[in-house]
Nanobody, 126 residues
Framework: QVQLVESGGGLVQAGGSLRLSCATS????????MAWFRQAPGKEREFVAA????????SYSASVKGRFTISRDNAKSTVYLQMNSLKPEDTAVYSCAAKYARYPRTYSEGGDYDYWGQGTQVTVSS
């Protein structure tokens, strides 16, 4: 079992930055591919970014590429999402997810992931 706890959300003006953290506990963090998803009110959950267990492979949705950066610190069992140049359309609940992965690759489908956090609210004002 893997427990995931997100933090770092909040209210920020358009153009600002936030860094989300997802702390994990349980089994060996370095065995898990990680990802961030988001869900805005009335919309479906959307893939944001993913990172392989090694940290060497990352992927992003087109809507955040160039503005967001996913990273991980296996020693701290934590994954991060640095969000810059935030826009009002980035407003959503952001959740992290974990998947046991044998190979160093990323996964962009929510159904691929085994464990989810509760989420943290990000609100970007115009």
């Amino acid at each position: 079992q893997v427990q995931l706890v997100e933090s770092g959300g909040g209210l920020v003006q358009a153009g600002g930055s936030l860094r989300l953290s997802c702390a994990t506990s349980g089994r060996t963090f370095s065995m898990y591919a990680m990802a961030w998803f988001r869900q805005a009110p009335g919309k479906e959950r959307e893939f944001v970014a993913a990172i392989s267990w090694s940290g060497g492979v990352t992927s992003y949705s087109a809507s955040v590429k160039g503005r967001f950066t996913i990273s991980r610190d296996n020693a701290k069992s934590t994954v991060y999402l640095q969000m810059n140049s935030l826009k009002p359309e980035d407003t959503a609940v952001y959740s992290c997810a974990a998947k046991y992965a044998r190979y160093p690759r990323t996964y962009s489908e929510g159904g691929d992931y085994d464990y989810w956090g509760q989420g943290t609210q990000v609100t970007v004002s115009s």
